[in-house]
């Protein structure tokens, strides 16, 4: 069993910059894949980066201002969110996986945080 907790959401003005860490717990942590996915009212849960050992991934929306990165030695992955626009608002989710296939998948997912809420302002 793999517990995920998120923090790091808010309010930020279109332009800025927000960190969300994600804090994993209960199961071997360097092995998983980790990933970040994000919800906006009425829209389907839509994948925004993926981490597999230091590989990464990301969709053509975020990439160039989105980074995602982990830190083992203390279980957790964090997203650099830079240049936000107010497309980004959203529930932020951190997932954890065993394998690194599909990894844009959320059904693909075993773990799941209760989510964050991050708001861009214009």
């Known amino acids: 069993q793999v517990q995920l907790v998120e923090s790091g959401g808010g309010l930020v003005q279109a332009g800025g910059s927000l960190r969300l860490s994600c804090a994993a717990s209960?199961?071997?942590?360097?092995?998983?894949?980790m990933g970040w996915f994000r919800q906006a009212p009425g829209k389907e849960r839509e994948f925004v980066a993926a981490?597999?050992?230091?590989?990464?991934y990301y969709p053509d929306s975020v990439k160039g201002r989105f980074t995602i990165s982990r830190d083992n030695a203390k279980n957790t992955v964090h997203l650099h969110m830079n240049s936000l626009k107010p497309e980004d608002t959203a529930i932020y989710y951190c997932?954890?996986?065993?394998?690194?296939?599909?990894?844009?998948?959320?059904?693909?997912?075993?773990?799941w945080g209760q989510g964050t809420q991050v708001t861009v302002s214009s």
């Open positions: 997932a954890a996986k065993a394998d690194g296939y599909n990894y844009r998948l959320p059904s693909q997912y075993d773990y």
């Open positions: 209960g199961r071997t942590f360097s092995g998983y894949t």
């Open positions: 981490i597999r050992w230091f590989i990464t």
